[in-house]
């Protein structure tokens, strides 16, 4: 009877090797942030091929939202904000972004990102990172004007209000009111930043 061996190198992927990966790809956003990350320095750090993390995960961006546990996809929001008129831009974003909150999931997953945005600097500086890269640059692309990355933020600072009003504090009648009346609302406001 001969003992197994083990070849020199990286470990092969086991029962919870995604788990592994997603622990280090946390740690290594948290340290260095998401654009000094990169799918080798995570690999690394989890002692698995940069191969197996590609593996499970089709890009950095992927392995960020699944490591943040994002529940929406931010680039196909992104798509979806810059892919239609320019005039209908602010109804996009809205229905975008409450169409998140609005599913249990999302609101659940939602909740917990902004209390961990807001109890922890590191995870602040993650996102902030994350959402710029994946919606904030795109967008302010689209909008070709000398201000765009201004004038997104401001959309940010809207709806992050909205969240934190709708569904964090439950302040009414904004708490309960129909979902479409809030977009009919919100998206002039979103729309007078980006392009007023």
């Known amino acids: 009877m001969t003992a197994s061996r083990r070849t020199p190198g990286r470990r092969p992927g086991g029962p919870d090797t995604r788990g592994e990966i997603l622990q280090a790809a946390r740690e290594s956003f948290a340290d260095k942030g998401f654009a000094a990350t990169s799918i080798r320095a995570v690999a690394r750090q989890a002692e698995v091929d940069a ?50 909150w609005e599913s249990p999931e999302g609101q659940q997953r939602m909740k917990a990102l902004f209390r961990s945005v807001v109890s922890s600097d590191e995870v602040a500086r993650m996102m902030r990172e994350g959402i710029t890269q994946m919606i904030v640059q795109p967008v302010s692309q ?55």
């Open 51 to 100: 191969a197996l993390v590609h593996h499970y995960f089709d890009s950095k961006e992927e392995l960020f939202i699944e490591a943040m546990a994002i529940p929406v996809d931010p680039r196909l929001i992104a798509a979806n904000i810059v892919g239609g008129p320019r005039e209908e831009t602010g109804r996009r974003i809205a229905t975008a972004f409450l169409g998140v």
């Open 142 to 196: 689209m909008l070709d004007v000398p201000d765009a990355q201004l004038r997104v933020s401001l959309v940010a600072t809207q709806l992050v209000g909205v969240a934190v009003v709708r569904y964090l504090v439950g302040l009414e009648p904004v708490a309960s009111v129909d979902v479409g009346v809030l977009i009919d609302r919100l998206a002039p406001v979103l729309q007078q930043y980006l392009t007023g």
